[in-house]
């Protein structure tokens, strides 16, 4: 599937997986580069991801109690949030992280997933609750054997293609990251500057799959179990991507400033440019800045028979 937003363009197979990102680059900073080379062994590393993870435990938390309406999960899961602000390297933070998450996913595996009547003759029990984040295949989340599952790591993969390009446009090495180890053809810091804007990806699938049926036509089962998407709901799928665009757009800008800000002499740099946001240049006129809009919603079918509903604004 082609997605074309603004001048970026993705190229996506139906499994999620990567094929072309084109976007544009900004001229590199040398000084900047290197401050985020050395950065990994600074205090800037632990201060750095520790707000990144915060802010992604607040928002799991936040979603389990309001979507959930869970308490105790989510009051559970803010408790690590808390425990982060004595955490002292990184290894900490990635265990109240992962501690986190688990808890997190367990909330997340009885979630109900309905389809409509008509096609419930054809869908796999397991395939009527949201089920492991772990997939039986792969022992990670890649290829999932569940619909929910499927469309997580196809959104998931939209908003990595939008963080690489984010990243790009900044001037930065995107295989420099923090949380993430160094690993050969992965870039790392994609993946750190992800974690507070995942629970908003999963809010989206969240709210989706308590809204309205899925269709058993979106999904392919293989021999082995894997669930891949067909091409209706990837094309739903990709309306998501601007969004995504605007939400990681402030956090690589604040990773770059509080980078700067603790490994380099500022007086003698010129401030980071906020290229993605554009906050300086509305600033300089005065404007507003404008709110994120949410993701556009999703089709609406009936629970019956899987046709689509026209929805239509009242007068």
Same mark, same amino acid.
């Given at each position: @599937?082609?997605? %074309?937003?603004?001048?970026?363009?993705?190229?996506?197979? =139906?499994?999620?997986?990567?094929?072309?990102?084109?976007?544009?680059?900004?001229?590199?900073?040398?000084?900047?580069?290197?401050?985020? @080379?050395?950065? %990994?062994?600074?205090?800037?590393?632990?201060?750095?991801? =520790?707000?990144?993870?915060r802010r992604k435990i607040m928002s799991q938390a936040e979603l389990v109690i309001e979507?959930?309406?869970?308490?105790?999960t989510a009051d559970n899961i803010a408790h690590f949030a808390e425990m982060l602000y004595s955490a002292d390297s990184l290894d900490s933070i990635r265990l109240l992280e992962a501690q986190a998450s688990f808890r997190y996913w367990q909330a997340w595996e009885r979630v109900a997933?309905?389809?409509?009547?008509?096609?419930?003759?054809r869908i796999p029990d397991h395939w009527l609750t949201f089920g492991t984040r772990r997939s039986p295949l792969s022992k990670n989340a890649r290829r999932a054997t569940t619909p929910a599952n499927a469309l997580l790591n196809y959104l998931y993969t939209l908003l990595e293609t939008e963080t690489r390009l984010a990243i790009n446009a900044l001037g930065l090495d995107a295989g420099l990251g923090l949380l993430h180890a160094d690993t050969a053809s992965r870039d790392s810091l994609v993946y750190d500057l992800m974690e507070p804007i995942r629970p908003l990806v999963d809010a989206y699938l969240f709210r989706w799959i308590s809204q309205a049926p899925l269709k058993r036509s979106w999904f392919f089962e293989?021999?082995?179990?894997?669930?891949?998407?067909?091409?209706?709901?990837?094309?739903?799928?990709?309306?998501?991507?601007?969004?995504?665009?605007?939400e990681i757009g402030p956090i690589a800008e604040w990773y770059v400033k509080e980078l700067c800000s603790h490994m380099l002499d500022m007086s003698k740099l010129r401030r980071p440019g906020t290229r993605l946001t554009q906050e300086r240049r509305r600033a300089a006129v005065g404007s507003a800045v404008p709110s994120n809009a949410p993701a556009p919603v999703h089709q609406n079918h009936c629970e019956n028979c899987g046709a689509l509903i026209a929805v239509t604004s009242k007068q």
């Open positions: @599937a082609f997605i %074309q937003v603004h001048r970026n363009i993705h190229k996506l197979e =139906r499994d999620g997986s990567v094929l072309l990102t084109t976007g544009p680059t900004a001229a590199s900073d040398t000084r900047v580069r290197r401050a985020q @080379a050395c950065a %990994q062994h600074s205090e800037a590393a632990v201060l750095i991801s =520790r707000e990144l993870i979507g959930m309406a869970n308490d105790a997933i309905t389809f409509p009547k008509t096609d419930l003759i293989e021999r082995d179990g894997k669930c891949r998407l067909m091409a209706d709901v990837c094309t739903q799928l990709a309306d998501t991507v601007q969004t995504w665009s605007r």
